[in-house]
């Protein structure tokens, strides 16, 4: 920001310079020039009359009044000069207006016209941590509490854009300043705002559906993974659309669909980013549970899958960190059929899960275990978390996200050994 603002106070100073300039010069001074040609027009004509009175042409009297007449003609046109020296009395406010008015319009030229949302986005790109697919939660958290500049910045975006609505450029701009201040919601409806020009660019959709996924607190599966597939089609590899599609299809339980998608997201992923541990974290555990060996992210997945088939190894399992032994109330029994449990350990006091483990039309008691291999995120496994509550969660609809209908129940803190955990509530 701080750049930004001495390139402009540079270019402004230039402007002027260039424009004040020429005000600065000591001007010739036109009246010396036009008085030295009316007193040669003045002899010339003199000449004439003087000849034309010796020859007899004119009397004396006739003399006098054209020799006045042609003096006064002359003085009149060197008096013409006086308002050249009259312009220079003003040159230096003209000067000071210039310096003045110069920086000021192009300030408000800037905040009508310009982006000033960019500056948020450059100002906190930069900011430290995990992140989840599309880097919502990386730059949200490094901006937890954003320069006032920036926050002011995208509110004056956002209010040009309410008197100037229609500008999809401008919206798609202060829905990701928002999404960078961790400000999902408000994301999300300045993607709605956008129109329909956001059907026809697969970056928009797959921004608009990262939004939506953190709004729902990391999770992906319904319109965002609509959204991530819409823009999939648009642009086959569009990293975050594969990354958002792929996960949903493992928050479903749909490995089979998750894989190619996973492996084209490896292919396109930076080696060595936090998306690169992400991705191969998603292949690891959908491999593993369809029985095969899991590629990194580094290498060739179809090269690896086959090196790893033709040694007759799969990738081994993770250490269990936490048993939870899920059991049901009897009053819930009759409406638990085909149902799906969701078994989801966080930290006390945050919303957004640790480890999530699914299982299908499961009977009661169960006992779950819990290991590295369920964490969201591998820079945040689960046995580095410390104390933990698991939520065990009977969905009616098969979603990961919870509706009304479900039925609950939350285990005591715990880190490791094995923990209880009764269904015996149901969301209204």
């Known amino acids: 920001m701080i750049a930004f603002v001495l390139v402009a106070a540079a270019l402004t100073v230039v402007v002027a310079a260039t424009l004040g300039l020429p005000l600065l010069r000591t001007p010739r001074s036109p009246g010396v ?3 030295a040609l009316n007193a040669r027009l003045l002899r010339d004509e003199l000449a004439i009359l003087e000849s034309e ?9 006739a003399f006098e009044l054209q020799r006045d007449e042609l003096t006064r003609r002359v003085l009149e046109d060197v008096g013409g000069a006086a308002p050249a020296r009259a312009l220079a009395r003003h040159t230096i406010p003209t000067l000071a207006g210039m310096f003045l008015l110069l920086p000021l319009s192009g300030a408000l ?7 000033p949302g960019a500056l948020a986005l450059s100002g906190a790109a930069a900011a430290p941590g995990s992140t989840a697919p599309g880097g919502a939660v990386q730059a949200a958290a490094g901006a937890a509490t954003p320069p006032r500049q920036i926050q002011d910045m995208v509110s004056k975006l956002a209010a040009r854009l309410n008197a100037h609505p229609d500008d999809p450029k401008g919206w798609a701009m202060l829905a990701r300043s928002y999404s960078v201040l961790g400000r999902f919601g408000e994301a999300v409806q300045a993607y709605a705002r956008i129109g329909p020009s956001l059907r026809g660019n697969a970056s928009w959709l797959a921004e608009y559906a990262d939004a939506l996924a953190m709004q729902a607190g990391g999770n992906p599966v319904g319109r965002p993974e609509s959204l991530a597939h819409a823009a999939l089609r648009i642009d086959p590899d569009n990293l975050l659309a594969l990354m958002l599609a792929g996960y949903a299809s493992t928050q479903r339980g749909d490995d089979q669909a998750a894989l190619p998608l996973l492996r084209r997201a490896a292919r396109e992923v930076a080696p060595g980013s936090d998306d690169a541990a992400f991705v191969d974290n ?5 491999q593993a549970r369809l029985g095969r060996a899991a590629p990194g ?10 090196s790893a088939a033709n040694k007759g190894t799969i990738a081994p399992a ?8 899920v059991s049901l109330a009897p009053a819930l029994r009759a409406q638990a059929t085909g149902r799906t449990l969701y078994v ?8 957004m899960p640790v480890a999530v483990l699914k299982r299908a039309s499961p009977t ?19 046995s580095k978390a410390g104390s933990v509550r698991i939520e065990a969660r009977l969905s009616a609809t098969g979603d990961a996200m919870p509706a009304s209908g479900d039925d609950y129940g939350v285990s005591a803190a715990a880190s490791t050994g094995q923990v209880d955990v009764r269904i015996d509530r149901r969301r209204p």
């Open 282 to 286: 998603l292949l690891q555990h959908a």
């Open 318 to 325: 993770a250490a269990t960190v936490l048993v939870a032994r």
């Open 53 to 61: 009175r010796a020859r007899g042409v004119l009397d004396p009297s």
């Open 364 to 382: 009661f008691p169960l006992d779950v275990a819990l290991s590295d291999a369920d964490s969201m995120l591998p820079s945040q496994p689960l």
């Open 33 to 35: 020039d036009r008085a």
């Open 297 to 306: 992210a580094g290498a060739s997945p179809a090269s690896t899958t086959t």
């Open 344 to 351: 989801i350990a966080r930290k006390p006091g945050q919303d």
């Open 109 to 115: 030229l800037y905040l009508l016209l310009g982006s």
